[in-house]
């Protein structure tokens, strides 16, 4: 019953960020996404007898992919396969179920917060037995077994009903199809006081979840409306949906816009979040305020202990190069470590396996612990609402008295999308050539006193990641980053990150664009990227 098919390598199969992403046309090639599932199941490591997670965020291409990739386990002699029904898992679901099943590894369907349909993105990302992304080891042997594939197998007979729950064979594989929120949901329930929340809810506390048409609405329903006792509606775009209902599934000012709009007007529930296509990504909001996710990330971090599964405090926190100074704040008034890690949720996964770090973030709006091995937009909104419901203070207050406590880390990202790609790359080599005459320069009333292009060496495996993005640190601490997105599916995307720290209270409430005027001016300056993309103002402010 096993095909064997004689097939050609694509030579554009090397994992980004987050795994293989590419427009759906092309992944609907004839054996496109055949040649990396085969390369997944040649080039890892599956015990005996264990079992592989299989699910997606339902977007265009999932439940095809998800059927082939069932039948392709059969034939590879996986003895155990986990689907979530209907094809659907979120990110972080998938993550504790190759934990809590004790499986080798999963295969999660997503392009994240991509836009999807016929037209929109597709992507093929493998996790680890930790239940987290594959690390640059892994996708390596992925991608090197992509350039000789020569063929691929495949059970000669059907999946199973992908929305019927429970066991069934193929060949000689289970194949059992599980809800995919149940564990979920429990997990949910051991960290977060949902009692002392749902009582501030029936208090008066009011919220919208807005899920995007994406994977996160049968996980807030079930969580929000139906565990914690929201209000039925609370959950926005609840029913996930192929193409997201057309518009694209990123929790930002952009794309969440009416959530925005509502948050920021007369009838404002007290909080307000959304999350991404596969359910890791969050934004938060309050009445009348966005907080950013390098905020978010400092004032969970601060407040962590508020929640049950983080009573004994945190063991340290992690964030991104990118991400805000802010958490580093935190870790230091806590006597906690903090670690620097290059763009990318994978480089959080030793640190957390090691017991370093308890809490990460990420600029890019991901936030996420040690329950899973993603970053986990759910978990956000609920350590959010148990913090809430603790201090019964409003977001704006509490993000208020974090700053005054740590100052504030005025903070936004500029992202110039679909620039030439040679263009992108030339400003970057352009800025690398530069670094070593940089320290001294002036920039108005700015000196740079550090330029560098960030490496990182992983304390745990030894392993040097280099290239990560260019850091030009100014004297008082103000500080331009340069970095090339990683994520993107046409031309490049550039994206400028701009922070300056702000410790007198009485300078608090500025605007953002008036606080960080002369870093965008300087980064312009210094990265000439009006002479080098012909773009005059960044497609996305976040
Ligand atoms: C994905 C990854 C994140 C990363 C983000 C932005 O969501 O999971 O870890 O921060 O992409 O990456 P990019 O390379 O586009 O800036
Ligand atoms: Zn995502």
Same mark, same amino acid.
């Given at each position: 019953?096993?095909?064997?098919?004689?097939?050609?390598?694509?030579?554009?199969?090397?994992?980004?960020?987050?795994?293989?992403?590419?427009?759906?046309?092309?992944?609907?090639?004839?054996?496109?996404?055949?040649?990396?599932?085969?390369?997944?199941?040649?080039?890892?490591?599956?015990?005996?007898?264990?079992?592989?997670?299989?699910?997606?965020?339902?977007?265009?291409?999932?439940?095809?992919?998800?059927?082939?990739?069932?039948?392709?386990?059969?034939?590879?002699?996986?003895?155990?396969?986990? &689907?979530?029904?209907?094809? %659907?898992?979120? @990110?972080?679901?998938?993550?504790?179920? /190759? +934990?809590?099943?004790? !499986?080798? *590894?999963?295969?999660?369907?997503?392009?994240?917060?991509?836009?999807?349909?016929?037209?929109?993105?597709?992507?093929?990302?493998?996790?680890?037995?930790?239940?987290?992304?594959?690390?640059?080891?892994?996708?390596?042997?992925?991608?090197?077994?992509?350039?000789?594939?020569?063929?691929?197998?495949?059970?000669?007979?059907?999946?199973?009903?992908?929305?019927?729950?429970?066991?069934?064979?193929?060949?000689?594989?289970?194949?059992?199809?599980?809800?995919?929120? &149940?564990?979920?949901?429990? %997990?949910?329930? @051991?960290?977060?006081?949902?009692?002392? /929340? +749902?009582?501030?809810? !029936?208090? *008066?506390?009011?919220?919208?979840?807005?899920?995007?048409?994406?994977?996160?609405?049968?996980?807030?329903?079930?969580?929000?409306?139906?565990?914690?006792?929201?209000?039925?509606?609370?959950?926005?775009?609840?029913?996930?949906?192929?193409?997201?209902?057309?518009?694209?599934?990123?929790?930002?000012?952009?794309?969440?816009?009416?959530?925005?709009?509502?948050?920021?007007?007369?009838?404002?529930?007290?909080?307000?979040?959304?999350?991404?296509?596969?359910?890791?990504?969050?934004?938060?909001?309050?009445?009348?305020?966005?907080?950013?996710?390098?905020?978010?990330?400092?004032?969970? !971090?601060?407040?962590?202990?508020?929640?049950?599964?983080?009573?004994?405090?945190?063991?340290?926190?992690?964030?991104?190069?990118?991400?805000?100074?802010?958490?580093?704040?935190?870790?230091?008034?806590?006597?906690?470590?903090?670690?620097?890690?290059?763009?990318?949720?994978?480089?959080?996964?030793?640190?957390?396996?090691?017991?370093?770090?308890?809490?990460?973030?990420?600029?890019?709006?991901?936030?996420?612990?040690?329950?899973?091995?993603?970053?986990?937009?759910?978990?956000?909104?609920?350590?959010?609402?148990?913090?809430?419901?603790?201090?019964?203070?409003?977001?704006?207050?509490?993000? !208020?008295?974090?700053?005054?406590?740590?100052?504030?880390?005025?903070?936004?990202?500029?992202?110039?999308?679909?620039?030439?790609?040679?263009?992108?790359?030339?400003?970057?080599?352009?800025?690398?050539?530069?670094?070593?005459?940089?320290?001294?320069?002036?920039?108005?009333?700015?000196?740079?006193?550090?330029?560098?292009?960030?490496?990182?060496?992983?304390?745990?495996?030894?392993?040097?990641?280099?290239?990560?993005?260019?850091?030009?640190?100014?004297?008082?601490?103000?500080?331009?980053?340069?970095?090339?997105?990683?994520?993107?599916?046409?031309?490049?995307?550039?994206?400028?990150?701009?922070?300056?720290?702000?410790?007198?209270?009485?300078?608090?409430?500025?605007?953002?664009?008036?606080?960080?005027?002369?870093?965008?001016?300087?980064?312009?300056?210094?990265?000439?990227?009006?002479?080098?993309?012909?773009?005059?103002?960044?497609?996305?402010?976040?």
């Amino acid at each position: 019953m096993i095909r064997t098919v004689a097939t050609k390598p694509f030579d554009d199969q090397k994992p980004g960020t987050s795994g293989l992403r590419k427009k759906v046309p092309h992944f609907a090639q004839e054996n496109y996404a055949e040649n990396f599932l085969q390369a997944i199941f040649d080039a890892t490591e599956r015990p005996a007898g264990s079992a592989i997670v299989i699910g997606g965020d339902g977007r265009f291409l999932n439940a095809t992919v998800i059927r082939k990739a069932i039948r392709m386990a059969a034939a590879n002699g996986v003895a155990k396969v986990i &689907v979530g029904q209907n094809g %659907l898992l979120s @990110t972080p679901a998938a993550s504790n179920l /190759i +934990r809590q099943r004790k !499986a080798a *590894g999963g295969i999660v369907l997503s392009a994240s917060h991509n836009p999807g349909g016929p037209d929109g993105d597709f992507g093929i990302k493998y996790n680890i037995a930790n239940g987290g992304p594959a690390p640059e080891g892994v996708t390596d042997a992925i991608y090197r077994r992509t350039r000789e594939i020569a063929d691929y197998r495949i059970w000669n007979g059907e999946a199973p009903d992908l929305s019927v729950v429970g066991t069934s064979r193929l060949g000689d594989m289970d194949v059992e199809i599980v809800d995919p929120v &149940v564990d979920y949901a429990a %997990l949910m329930e @051991t960290l977060f006081d949902f009692a002392r /929340i +749902r009582e501030a809810i !029936a208090g *008066g506390l009011t919220l919208r979840f807005d899920a995007m048409h994406a994977v996160t609405g049968p996980y807030a329903r079930e969580i929000l409306e139906r565990r914690l006792g929201a209000p039925q509606g609370t959950v926005l775009n609840g029913v996930p949906s192929e193409d997201f209902g057309g518009g694209h599934p990123d929790p930002n000012v952009v794309w969440a816009a009416p959530l925005v709009d509502l948050m920021m007007g007369p009838t404002a529930p007290d909080f307000g979040a959304a999350s991404d296509g596969d359910g890791d990504r969050n934004m938060i909001l309050g009445r009348g305020i966005v907080v950013t996710p390098s905020d978010s990330l400092a004032v969970l !971090a601060a407040n962590a202990h508020l929640a049950p599964g983080y009573a004994k405090g945190i063991a340290g926190i992690a964030r991104s190069m990118p991400t805000s100074g802010a958490a580093d704040r935190v870790a230091k008034a806590r006597g906690v470590g903090i670690y620097e890690t290059p763009t990318g949720w994978k480089f959080f996964g030793n640190l957390l396996d090691a017991g370093k770090v308890t809490i990460c973030g990420e600029e890019s709006a991901g936030t996420g612990s040690d329950h899973v091995r993603e970053k986990d937009g759910l978990w956000a909104v609920l350590l959010w609402l148990n913090i809430l419901a603790v201090r019964g203070q409003s977001v704006a207050d509490i993000v !208020a008295a974090h700053w005054a406590e740590f100052g504030r880390n005025y903070y936004q990202r500029h992202d110039y999308e679909e620039v030439d790609k040679p263009a992108a790359e030339e400003l970057m080599n352009s800025l690398r050539g530069r670094l070593a005459s940089m320290a001294g320069q002036r920039f108005g009333t700015l000196v740079v006193s550090e330029a560098d292009d960030f490496s990182y060496k992983d304390p745990v495996d030894g392993s040097v990641s280099t290239g990560q993005g260019v850091r030009i640190v100014f004297s008082g601490g103000s500080r331009i980053v340069f970095r090339l997105s990683g994520t993107g599916t046409v031309g490049a995307t550039l994206r400028v990150y701009l922070e300056r720290f702000e410790p007198d209270p009485a300078r608090h409430a500025l605007p953002v664009e008036e606080a960080l005027k002369e870093l965008v001016d300087t980064a312009d300056a210094i990265g000439e990227i009006r002479a080098r993309t012909g773009r005059a103002e960044p497609d996305v402010r976040t």
